[in-house]
């Protein structure tokens, strides 16, 4: 069945990630939702962009993941979609005792408790139209823990397991709900990371990047985010109507040691 024609909800699409998510089902002729909290004309010209490059119907709508009322607006903003792919998230590393409580608020909102209003919001018009694939990105950090990301890891575990749930939810429909899990992307959540830890370990970038960040990545590549979306765009093939309630790791090699 071809994908032309459906509508997906991309949350934190302005950027990274969820942005190689919505050219990739764009391609598919699959009209797009983008999202974040800001309402720039750059916000709004990406979607123009899209459009512009695919032929396919794209709009860029205002809404901050942090607040349930924005997560349940952007789904009837965008009249329900047959696609939903929670993605919004925000990172914050410091020991546990240290870790300032508006930041353990903020990424447990933004990373999960979103997913929570979108799926809620959108379940009603997919059984209507009969399909819907939900699709989360969580984490290699939803199967794995590191120190000092108490409030992602857990955010990122509550993911998971929700995506369980909804996917026996919604076992008996043609509706699927599964994680993704890639390791380190190389997007603008982790550039903002090489400087910093190549100063606070006293190395250069690159020793930065090889033996910190992709220390945990035996593949010591990153993951890019055309392979996730071509990911995305595999859950939504017929060939994945039975994948339901799972994890798919990209992550090389990371959660299999
Ligand atoms: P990014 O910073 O490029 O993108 C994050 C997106 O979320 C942006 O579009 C941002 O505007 C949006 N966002 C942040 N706060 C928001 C809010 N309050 N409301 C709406 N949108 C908001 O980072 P990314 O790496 O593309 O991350 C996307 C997702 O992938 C996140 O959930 C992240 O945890 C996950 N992830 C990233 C990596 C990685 O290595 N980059 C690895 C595993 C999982």
Request: charged share 20%; hydrophobic share 45%.
């Amino acid at each position: 069945m071809s994908l032309a024609g459906k509508t997906a909800v991309i949350t934190g699409s302005n950027s990274g990630i969820g942005l190689g998510i919505a050219r990739a089902l764009a391609q598919e002729g699959v009209n797009v939702v983008l999202n974040s909290f800001s309402d720039t004309p750059e916000d709004h010209a990406l979607a123009a962009e899209i459009a512009d490059v695919t032929g396919v119907e794209a709009k860029y709508v205002q809404a901050d993941m942090s607040k349930a009322d924005d997560c349940r607006r952007l789904i009837v903003a965008a009249g329900g979609c047959d696609i939903l792919i929670n993605n919004a998230g925000i990172q914050h590393v410091a020991p546990i005792q240290d870790f300032p409580a508006e930041k353990w608020d903020a990424i447990i909102a933004i990373n999960m408790t979103s997913a929570f209003h979108t799926t809620a919001a959108a379940l009603t018009g997919m059984r209507e139209r009969g399909w819907g694939r939900i699709i989360n990105i969580a984490s290699a950090h939803g199967l794995r823990a590191s120190p000092f990301k108490s409030a992602y890891v857990t955010a990122k575990h509550g993911v998971v397991g929700m995506t369980k749930v909804v996917a026996l939810e919604t076992a008996k429909e043609p509706i699927t709900a599964n994680a993704i899990c890639p390791g380190y992307v190389l997007t603008p959540l982790v550039e903002a990371q090489i400087p910093a830890t190549a100063k606070e370990y006293g190395i250069s970038e690159d020793q930065a990047i090889e033996k910190v960040i992709l220390a945990k990545q035996p593949s010591k590549e990153f993951v890019t985010v055309e392979q996730l979306g071509g990911m995305v765009v595999f859950l939504c093939s017929d060939a994945a109507a039975q994948i339901t309630g799972t994890t798919l790791s990209a992550d090389g090699g990371w959660t299999a040691a």
